[in-house]
């Protein structure tokens, strides 16, 4: 029996702004006189591109196509053709480079690119009508297969089929490596297609990007100039130095690593540049391989070379070597076991302490070695990779003494006696939590060690897990803003009380994304705000602190409003904002808000029906943004059309009032339980329920939702405890016997 909540559903109002695509300068196509193969081939051939980028060796290879779509230096491609912060270069079918001035527009999730190249005189193909390519089509192909320029295949159109969540037009032609980024050309000419990938099944089938998600990309372009489309993902060499090639790349802290090294054996180092404390000190990092027979882990001793000490799991072994050279022959391995600490294909954590005679290595809290050799006397600490791994590094830390809560042979029983006695899932109450949450971190990784002999239990316990994460990031955001409350209420300067609605974001974040290292992130902001008063004077105004604002978030960094998945959790998340610059109305609002804020400027949040703006006070003015739309000043009227979808009649003033911190992170919070809601996953709705009640304890529709979703997803003695707090405190607006009636059948 599925019950209905009593509470009444939530209105979630999304708008996703929809453009005419009109641009001057690019070409859509008209009647036309069907073409043969070689007549195509010969007009379309100037239109194309080859992508180069830079190897390890430092020489260009080719690896894509691109076609020009206009005169004045447009040029599409594939986004992973070109790739983040990797240097590129850009022909022209008769071998001339163009000059790259930036991106003029990408996304993700098209895997899209539009570069802006230094021209005004180039040949444009023509854009086709997304409705005129039937099915069974004749369609041609173009590109740089293996380097092989201004290639041409023939085939057709085999439908339209949904590829990772992505609507492709299925070709039934060869797609090879090089044809990535190519144009999908119908025998008049007009392109209806980006080519984006091969199958896996066969040699005659791949796939392109059909071309409307292209025109609303050009109708609404994120353009980054080239130097800093450079800095994409990479490292910043104030933290990390890389030796040897491969693709280090960092995301707020974390570090991913892949490709190809050009150290022997694959080696790739990434080396410390902070500040290292006097011996003895600790390093950590967490670490997980995509192939248990690669190898990843700490370095420590490095002398930003060949030499240095390594201590890394691989092939389900920890291993301990010496390397004193550049091959195989200078290299020592010093230990190379088993460990029962360690967990094939879950993050570990590493952590080697540095004593004046001797070196302790931990895997997981477990000592599993100590060594005496002391070949390397000083040098840098860091990461390495070796082989074709691909590997995630997060929590790095270099410090004194590392308080990494190992628990004691008493508290490890305490905690396996507490699991020992926990109820069955529909029994238990949020009591019962209690003890897990004084160390949660500790009581996860018992948890996890029980799972592997209490299969029984297996899916309960998961559920505890998630149970204590989640109780967890509830505690730290409810303390987080209790304190902004308990400062607000003991003082009479209330304008001057701020909470950091940035860090309180980034908490929201961490009940999806776990393991978010958010002092880096917080870090990455500062910076943010430094570079961007570099560019400003002492006395520069608020209007010329929010227009310098505007050009580095828009103009220079990209960041962006969602587009073309707009209603993915991810466009939620502070973190993936700062790491992807693609986000929803209030997360975009939320980070100008706090950029703002830390210049010096007066913006606060509105929350209007549907959409989030912002308002910047200056003396007696006010000047209403939308951060959605590149920080777009709006008139009043625009305002009141946008909150109303275009009834203005329909406007109140209450819609202008100054949206209070606990409205901006409780509408976040239900932006994505509107979303979890849609995809009818209650795991996560329950996750987003348990944090809105950290917030706010006394939301009565947020409670007895929650009591239902407790319910329906086995936790029957919460969900009473929940139903129990409503027939104590006896809210008006419940119907006390419906209430009572469900709460005899939960306990049927």
């Not at 297609?193 to 025109?215: Q, R, Y």
């Not at 009227?637 to 409780?666: C, H, S």
Request: proline share 5%; charged share 25%.
């Amino acid at each position: 029996m599925k019950l209905l909540s009593p509470f009444g559903p939530f209105a979630y109002l999304f708008v996703f702004s929809l453009f005419i695509f009109s641009p001057t300068d690019v070409v859509v196509q008209g009647e036309q006189i069907p073409k043969t193969v070689e007549q195509l081939s010969t007009e379309v051939t100037p239109s194309l591109i080859t992508i180069s980028t830079k190897g390890r060796d430092g020489k260009y290879q080719g690896v894509g196509t691109g076609f020009v779509i206009a005169k004045q230096g447009l040029i599409v491609t594939n986004l992973h053709v070109i790739g983040d912060s990797r240097e590129f270069r850009v022909e022209t079918s008769t071998g001339d480079q163009l000059k790259v001035l930036g991106i003029h527009a990408s996304d993700r999730v098209m895997d899209l690119a539009i570069i802006r190249v230094e021209a005004d005189s180039l040949t444009p193909l023509k854009l086709g009508d997304i409705n005129s390519l039937a099915q069974g089509a004749p369609i041609v192909v173009m590109g740089n297969p293996h380097g092989l320029r201004n290639s041409v295949v023939a085939g057709v159109n085999s439908g339209i089929r949904e590829i990772d969540g992505r609507k492709m037009m299925q070709l039934a032609i060869p797609i090879e490596p090089g044809n990535s980024g190519g144009p999908v050309l119908d025998m008049q000419g007009n392109v209806h297609g980006i080519v984006t990938m091969k199958s896996l099944v066969t040699a005659n089938l791949g796939f392109a990007v059909d071309i409307a998600p292209l025109k609303e990309l050009l109708d609404s372009p994120n353009p980054v100039t080239i130097d800093k489309w450079l800095t994409i993902g990479s490292l910043d060499p104030r933290d990390w130095d890389p030796v040897f090639g491969a693709q280090w790349k960092q995301r707020g802290g974390r570090i991913i690593v892949g490709g190809t090294a050009a150290g022997f054996a694959g080696r790739s180092l990434c080396l410390y540049q902070g500040e290292i404390p006097e011996i003895p000190y600790e390093i950590q990092v967490r670490v997980k391989l995509n192939d248990e027979k690669g190898a990843a882990g700490i370095v420590f001793f490095a002398d930003g070379r060949n030499k240095h000490y390594g201590f890394y799991p691989t092939n389900n072994k920890v291993r301990f070597t010496l390397f004193e050279g550049a091959s195989v022959f200078t290299w020592t391995v010093l230990y190379d076991q088993p460990s029962e600490a360690y967990r094939p294909g879950e993050f570990n954590t590493l952590k080697v302490r540095i004593e004046a005679d001797r070196f302790k290595m931990f895997v997981n809290g477990q000592q599993v070695l100590e060594s005496t050799n002391r070949n390397l006397t000083g040098g840098k600490p860091g990461l390495a990779k070796f082989r074709d791994t691909t590997a995630d590094f997060r929590n790095f830390l270099v410090t004194k003494e590392i308080d990494d809560s190992q628990l004691t042979e008493e508290a490890q029983q305490e905690i396996a006696a507490a699991i020992s006695n926990v109820p069955s899932l529909s029994e238990m109450t949020s009591g019962n939590l209690a003890s897990f949450l004084k160390s949660p971190n500790d009581s996860r990784t018992v948890l996890k060690q029980e799972t592997k002999r209490l299969e029984q239990r297996l899916a309960e316990l998961k559920k505890l897990d998630s149970d204590i994460h989640t109780n967890a990031v509830a505690n730290k955001l409810g303390a987080y803003f209790a304190d902004y409350e308990n400062r607000l209420a003991e003082t009479d300067d209330k304008p001057n009380v701020s909470i950091d609605l940035l860090e309180a974001a980034l908490i929201i974040a961490s009940v999806d994304e776990q393991d978010i290292n958010i002092p880096a992130y917080l870090r990455q902001v500062d910076r943010m705000v430094t570079d961007i008063k570099d560019r400003l004077s002492d006395d520069s105004s608020p209007t010329e602190v929010r227009e310098a604002l505007n050009k580095y978030l828009y103009q220079d960094s990209g960041f962006h409003g969602a587009r073309f998945d707009y209603y993915h959790r991810a466009n939620s998340y502070m973190n993936r904002l700062l790491d992807d610059r693609e986000g929803l109305p209030i997360t975009l609002s939320v980070l100008y808000m706090e950029l703002g804020k830390r210049l010096g400027l007066k913006i606060e949040g509105v929350g209007i029906p549907g959409h989030f703006i912002v308002r910047q006070r200056i003396a007696d003015d006010e000047v209403f943004l939308d951060p959605f739309e590149d920080a777009k000043i709006l008139t009043l009227d625009e305002v009141k059309l946008l909150a109303t979808n275009g009834r203005p009649e329909q406007f109140q003033d209450r819609f202008l009032e100054t949206a209070a911190p606990k409205m901006i992170l409780m509408r976040m919070l239900n932006n994505l339980l509107g979303l979890a809601q849609d995809e009818e996953d209650q795991e996560s709705m329950l996750r987003y329920l348990e944090v809105l009640m950290a917030l706010d304890e006394t939301h009565v529709q947020n409670r007895g939702m929650r009591a239902i979703i407790r319910f329906e997803t086995g936790r029957k003695q919460a969900a009473v405890d929940d139903l129990d707090y409503f027939l104590e405190t006896r809210p008006p607006e419940l119907d006390l016997n419906q209430i009572q009636r469900m709460r005899d059948y939960f306990n049927q």
